[in-house]
């Protein structure tokens, strides 16, 4: 099923095309563009064009679109493998919490520069041994004569090499059960006591890191939202980061590109295509619904199941469409290799099945 948009949303949609495809027309690779897609320039002027903090208030930055209106232009900008990364944090999940959360000065501070493309966050959440129980975080922020002092450590931190701020989330109250002593915090990564140590991935790529916090002094009002409240903010926050159409879109661009060559008169690959493109559709709808804000609270874990697990599919279909050829073509083969993380960042699919089982349909906890 394909939606026929209002004339002045499809006239976006294709101005956002062609945006994307003059800035990925140089690049050799376009999937995950949104992860590995760095481009500050690129960022500034998605800013000048007012395709940042698009649904947000005016007077913070923002240009008071529908969601409609974002959905269209970061799907049209995916799609074409346009280099999102520096912007992508701030724009899906940041500036939403702060809105949510965030006191007025925090706002006022923090919003305009994402708007304008002109700041990278990073999102310090999980940590070597707390990232699918993400309650069992031990990174501390210790309250010592009016400011927080942070120790500890974050791992899998995506940009925190090349980022201006990170959104950490640490234990205030270690005393209280492990979901009520958390708190949210702005970090300046310039911060004293900050290392950064990027980690390689399979696909030879280092855009998350290991980040150690020493000693690092915030001041009092870094504290987002209420203190040993992360938890509720958390969960709104996560279905930002697990509902969007970046689920679904990472690998679209090679996809088409192998669909164009499969051989249509094999009965496997036609079925496969017929099986991919109605999924697409399918998740495509849930998506939207999210950007609505129609789907139900805890929602976007099926929305990503369903997305991500496409993407591995898409993968596997390619590489099948290349043949052994595939071990040769660098974007191909990388394509095959990065799959796995598709289904771990953002929360794994077995932990997002739990959610789907405890909170949507709510069975009983084992
Ligand atoms: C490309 C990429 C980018 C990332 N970027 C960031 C980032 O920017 N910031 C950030 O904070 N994190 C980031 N992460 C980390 C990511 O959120 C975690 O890797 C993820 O939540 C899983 O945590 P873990 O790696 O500690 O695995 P573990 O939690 O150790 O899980 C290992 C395995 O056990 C399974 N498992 C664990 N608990 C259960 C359970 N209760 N029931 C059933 N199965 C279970 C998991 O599904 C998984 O298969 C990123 C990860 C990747 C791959």
């Known amino acids: 099923m394909d939606f026929a948009w209002p004339d002045e949303i499809e006239a976006l949609r294709c101005e956002a095309l062609e945006v994307g495809r003059a800035a990925a027309a140089s690049l050799s690779i376009r999937e995950e563009s949104w992860v590995r897609g760095f481009d500050r320039d690129f960022s500034r002027q998605l800013g000048e064009r007012g395709w940042l903090g698009m649904t947000w208030p005016r ?5 008071e679109r529908t969601a409609l209106e974002r959905f269209v232009v970061t799907e049209a900008l995916i799609s074409t493998g346009a280099p999102l990364a520096a912007t992508w944090v701030g724009d899906r999940q940041i500036g939403p919490t702060l809105l949510a959360n965030g006191s007025p000065e925090q706002i006022a501070r923090y919003l305009p520069p994402m708007a304008a493309g002109e700041v990278t966050w990073s999102l310090g959440m999980s940590e070597p041994d707390a990232g699918s129980d993400l309650a069992s ?3 501390r922020a210790v309250e010592r ?5 942070i120790e500890g450590q974050k791992v899998w931190t995506s940009f925190a090499a090349v980022a201006d701020h990170c959104y950490l989330v640490a234990r205030t109250d270690p005393d209280a059960p492990p979901h009520a002593g958390m708190s949210e915090f702005i970090v300046h990564m310039d911060a ?3 290392t950064v ?3 390689r991935d399979i696909t030879g790529e280092s855009h998350f890191c290991e980040v150690v916090f020493d000693g690092v002094v915030l001041p009092r ?4 939202g209420k203190e040993n409240g992360s938890w509720q903010q ?4 996560l ?7 970046d689920r679904l879109m990472s690998n679209r661009a090679l996809y088409e590109d192998a669909r164009a060559t499969a051989d249509r008169s094999n009965p496997t690959a036609a079925q496969e295509i017929a099986a991919i493109e109605t999924m697409y559709r399918i998740v495509r709808l849930a998506v939207i619904r999210e950007v609505i804000g129609q789907a139900p609270p805890g929602f976007s874990a099926v929305t990503k199941i369903l997305g991500t697990e496409l993407e591995q599919r898409i993968a596997q279909f390619v590489a099948a469409t290349a043949g052994p050829a595939a071990m040769l073509d660098g974007r191909v083969s990388r394509a095959v290799v990065y799959a796995p993380a598709y289904t771990i960042q953002g929360g794994t699919s077995a932990i997002l099945r739990n959610v789907i089982g405890e909170r949507l349909l709510g069975l009983p906890r084992r």
Do not use: F, K, S
């Open 234 to 237: 958390l969960m709104r926050q």
């Open 137 to 139: 975080l031990r990174t």
């Open 59 to 63: 007077e913070v930055g923002g240009h």
């Open 221 to 224: 009002d870094a504290l987002v």
């Open 197 to 199: 140590a990027p980690i």
């Open 192 to 194: 004293p006591g900050i």
């Open 145 to 149: 004569d009016g400011a927080w002092v």
């Open 239 to 245: 279905e930002h980061e697990r509902g969007g159409i």
